[in-house]
């Protein structure tokens, strides 16, 4: 490739410098969509079924959705954030004889082809502060962050306790 490019300038030398600059930054050009299209991140992981649960008086709501890892290795959900809450935490509920309480996360693993389901009396995210008012049926947006660097924003439907 190189031999050509030298040869095209070359023959065009003294009469035609200019073109023979623009073809080769063409070519430049046309290299460059290639080799970002090789590096993208492939998608491995979706959150589906997303949905929060809102109480009155601002209460903490709970947040509730399945991680799906398409990949071989396993994904940790390692971050989740919402431009509606002030606070998201991963949390899970945990029993222990009669005694029932929730441990915060740093993080949630899913393993290789699975799939980890956020519910209540499990795995759930407490959703703190809200910003702004949230009605019924209301979308919400939230962030989940994994710690191979992907990134999923989702829209979540907000449904009050006891609301039809
Ligand atoms: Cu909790």
Redesign the pocket.
Known sequence: MKMKFSFLCNVRAGTAGVSCALGMFGVLGAAAPAAQAASAVPVKVAISGCWIRALPDNL?A?GYFIVTNAGDAPVDLVNVKSSAYGMV?M?R?VTSGNTTK?VMLDRASVRPDGELTFRPGGY???LENPLKSLANNALVPLTFTFNDGETVTTQCRVRYAGAK
């Open positions: 903490p709970g935490m949390h509920t929730m759930h995210l407490m």
